[in-house]
């Protein structure tokens, strides 16, 4: 007959200190967003293609195109269209 390590009585997480509860869900105005990479990407390379496809700006495009996606979905979540469907 084996021996269990735990009696049937003991429970075996009774030493482990209790989790936590999980935090309450954030609401819409305190979610951050970001852009999906592949979308800004695409802003940024008609950024690229608009200012006369100069190489070197590569990371100036790329955080302008951010900051304007960022610009604009906060625009429509002042005004409460994110949520529509």
């Known amino acids: 007959m084996k021996h269990n390590k735990y009696p049937q009585n003991q429970n075996p997480t009774s030493d ?3 989790r936590p509860a999980p935090a309450a869900a954030p609401s819409p105005d305190e979610i951050n967003f970001t852009p999906v990479p592949d979308e ?11 200012q006369g496809s100069r190489p070197g700006h590569e990371v100036q ?3 302008k195109a951010e900051a304007d996606l960022i610009a604009e979905r906060d625009k429509t979540r002042h005004h409460g269209f994110h949520n529509q469907t």
Do not use: E, K, T
């Open 16 to 18: 482990i200190a209790p």
């Open 61 to 63: 495009h790329w955080l």
């Open 40 to 50: 800004v990407a695409r802003r940024a390379y008609f950024s690229y293609v608009n």
